[in-house]
Each structure stands twice: as C-alpha cells, then as structure tokens.
C-alpha cells in the first residue's frame, strides 16, 4: 500500500510563502498524475493543481501565478510553492495521486495552511 505524505504547512501572513511537500513511499508519482487539493471550512475539495506523470501542470484560476507545482523523481517527491498567500488559501491541503482514480486514487492526510490579514 502507498504511502503518502505531506508536510510543510504552517501559519504564515499574508503576502507570504509556504512550500508544500508530498512524498509518496514507492515511485507511484512516474505512473499516475498528482494533484494538490485544499478544503476550506465549510467549502467543497478543490483541486489547485496537478501535475502528469510526464511533467504536465495545470492550476486552478484562483491561484495561476502564485502557485507553483514541481517534482523530483529521485525523491519520490512532489511540490507545491505558493508565493503572494491570501487569507482565502486558507485550508487543509490534501496531496492526491491519480486525481480521484479510477484507475489509481490514494489521498495523503493533510497539511493545514493558515494565512493570517
């Protein structure tokens, strides 16, 4: 069974940055797309942004030139930088590998991130 885990959330003013990590604990990253997704209280999960097996990133409207999604294969290891934080990112922040399957869907438990006005 694949293991996922984040790390790297934190309080944070606004304005400020914060950089994400999702380490999985087999190589499943080169086989499946990655996403990262936040819940706010109260609010529906929505995805931020992915990343394909072959390096392909998408993001969502709300944080387009903000966040940004990278790998390193050797570490097993998804990123998420988010730079320009505003108290709306507020959320837990969820690392997902295969984008809600199927064939593939594992979640990891969740990082939360707080941005303070």
């Known amino acids: 069974q694949v293991q996922l885990v984040e790390s790297g959330g934190g309080l944070v003013q606004a304005g400020g940055s914060l950089r994400l990590s999702c380490t999985a604990s087999?190589?499943?990253?080169?086989?499946?797309?990655m996403g990262w997704y936040r819940q706010a209280p109260g609010k529906q999960r929505e995805l931020v942004a992915s990343?394909?097996?072959?390096?392909?990133?998408n993001y969502a409207d709300s944080v387009k030139g903000r966040f940004t999604i990278s790998r390193d294969d050797a570490k097993n290891t998804r990123y998420l930088q988010m730079n320009s934080l505003k108290p709306e990112d507020t959320a837990v922040y969820y690392c997902?590998?295969?984008?809600?399957?199927?064939?593939?869907?594992?979640w990891g438990l969740g990082t939360q991130v707080t941005v303070s006005s």
């Open positions: 087999t190589s499943i990253f080169t086989i499946y797309a």
């Open positions: 990343i394909t097996s072959g390096g392909t990133t």
């Open positions: 997902n590998v295969g984008l809600g399957g199927p064939p593939y869907n594992m």
